[in-house]
């Protein structure tokens, strides 16, 4: 149903009021909808429209996790003297581990750049700038003349997976259905587990070609070049274009209409004329944002925040202390060494354990789907 004209200038006359550093809107003496009993309407959606919303940022997770499969296989390719194509394949154990970590390096500045670039750029311009890096950071891998030449291509490929790790989950979870996020979310990270195979299967076909490991870093730009455009077709997130009215970086009333089109893109037909409406509850949602005090980071290291820190942090600690990615990125030299000396053979049996994993995450996902619908059956009960 469409909303008033004199209530949609009524509301965005208040969301105006934007406070220049809380972010402030609206008067201090308003209440949370929730609080007044009012809750937001049902949304419209079906299910053939969220897909390819989820499916072109989820290739940044897929081309992540090809990224760690193929270059397991690529490092014992580079290293042979008959199938490496190259005058410098005698690698030092630093210059292997220096292009298997290029990318990591490469990621972590992303991630750090991400923040700023995703509220600058929106998070849609920030995945087609992460699929424009992985298509570059391919290229120059793949073609790369020299051993420096490398690892500036695999750094630049680590960039594009920052940015991709950081937007892709901000973009689903902010154009997806409510019903289907925590799952499509979820999903995601599923995709990067299905990277991996892929890396380990591609990489076991090419490992007894001549420069074989330049055809496995190639292989990733199709990808690269379908989520660009992909990315490039998809609409903004309708959220990101009414903080940008609440910040003022634009007329209000245009945002809005942005916004609402954005939105009617991504549910399709079956929205109707709700799209109006779930627009106005965004934005009432977000009017509430940075109503109470501004906090510091100190607050982070302090009661609930600092146990949420702990266990989050601790997760990832203990990840990376028990070595689960080095095995991964290193898994056809590790297998190689432990006496599958054809390179072929290393490669093959490394796809079990990429398909190990495929088995853990699905059965991880399929007991949080379990979860869900208990919980749902719970609450109608």
């Given amino acids: 149903m469409a909303t008033d004209p004199e209530q949609a200038r009524a509301r965005l006359s208040s969301f105006g009021k934007v406070g220049k550093s809380s972010g402030e809107i609206g008067s201090a003496d308003e209440e949370p909808l ?72 490469g990621a972590l500045i992303g991630s750090i750049l991400a923040f700023n670039i995703a509220d600058i750029l929106g998070r849609r311009r920030e995945l087609i700038l992460a699929a424009l ?14 051993f420096i030449i490398m690892v500036v291509g695999r750094f630049v490929f680590g960039i594009g997976i ?42 076991s076909l090419l490992v007894d070609l001549v420069a074989g490991w330049r055809y496995m870093y190639g292989a990733s730009t199709p990808l690269a070049v379908i989520m660009g455009m992909g990315m490039w077709w998809l609409p903004a997130s309708p959220r990101w274009l009414l903080l940008c009215a609440m910040k003022r970086k634009g007329d209000m009333q245009d945002l809005r209409e942005s916004a609402i089109s954005c939105l009617c893109r991504l549910r399709g037909q079956s929205i109707g004329d709700s799209a109006p409406t779930e627009v106005d509850e965004i934005l009432t ?17 302090h009661g609930k925040c600092l146990k949420a820190l702990i266990i989050g942090a601790g997760l990832v600690l203990f990840q990376q202390i028990t070595g689960q990615p080095s095995v991964l990125y290193y898994a056809a030299s590790i297998l190689q060494s432990a006496g599958f000396s054809a390179a072929s053979d290393a490669t093959r049996v490394s796809i079990l354990l990429g398909l190990f994993k495929v088995g853990s995450c699905t059965l991880f996902f399929m007991s949080n789907v379990y979860f869900f619908c208990i919980c749902i059956s719970y609450l109608i009960i």
């Fill in 285 to 301: 949602e977000l009017s509430y944002v940075g109503e109470d005090k501004e906090v510091s980071l100190r607050e982070v290291f």
């Fill in 133 to 146: 890096l992985y298509l570059v950071g391919a290229l120059v891998t793949a073609l790369a003349p020299d």
């Fill in 34 to 105: 929730i609080a007044n009993g009012i809750r937001p309407s049902p949304e419209n959606y079906s299910v053939s429209a969220a897909i390819l919303p989820f499916l072109f940022p989820a290739l940044g997770g897929l081309l992540y996790g090809y990224d760690i499969g193929s270059t397991s296989c690529a490092t014992i390719s580079i290293e042979s003297p008959t199938l490496s194509g190259i005058s410098w394949y005698d690698l030092s154990s630093v210059e292997i581990g220096l292009i298997t970590s290029g990318s990591l390096y």
């Fill in 162 to 203: 920052g940015l991709a790790m950081h937007a892709a989950p901000m973009y689903i979870a902010e154009t997806a259905p409510t019903p289907m996020r925590g799952q499509l979310i979820s999903l995601k990270e599923f995709f990067i587990v299905l990277g991996m195979v892929g890396g380990y299967g591609i990489g």
